[in-house]
């Protein structure tokens, strides 16, 4: 989708607000044919706002060059969600609701079976203990000489 502003009506406003990036590339049939192929960035967002041509009354809209992101195995990927949710909000003008979702923190259970419990042991107690106890020995050897 590329902004074509020679056709927009004085008194209106286009913002892109979704770019891609200049590496791009958009083909235009799903068979992908070598050197038929335009280079980015395209606009994949675009907010209108301004006057209706002929009325009186201000008008605001968005449009996107793809809903697929809306789509159930892609609405909660990235922040298409949010993305989706933020734009109702814009449009219906209730601009404390647009937010970015805080992400999930990720935990890791630490399972000490029978099995690891030697290791663990190994490693927290008697490697620091043989260590501790061998530089005890090299401080009262060298303190003797």
């Excluded at 706002?49 to 201000?58: E, I, L, N, V």
């Amino acid at each position: 989708m590329n902004l074509k502003t020679e056709k927009v009506p004085s008194g209106v406003k286009i913002d892109a607000f979704i770019k891609t990036d200049q590496n791009a590339s958009a083909f235009p049939s799903p068979k992908i044919q070598v050197g038929k192929f335009s280079q980015g960035p395209f606009q994949l967002g675009v907010e209108a706002t301004g006057k209706w041509p002929g009325g009186s009354k201000d008008f605001q809209m968005v449009v996107y060059g793809d809903t697929e992101f809306l789509t159930n195995q892609l609405l909660y990927q990235n922040l298409n969600r949010d993305l989706a949710l933020n734009t109702v909000s814009q449009l219906a003008k209730e601009d404390n609701l647009i937010s970015i979702t805080p992400r999930e923190v990720e935990r890791t259970d630490l399972q000490i079976t029978t099995a690891r419990m030697g290791a663990f042991y190994i490693s927290m107690v008697v490697i620091p203990l043989a260590l501790f106890i061998l530089a005890i020995f090299f401080f009262v050897k060298r303190r003797r000489t």
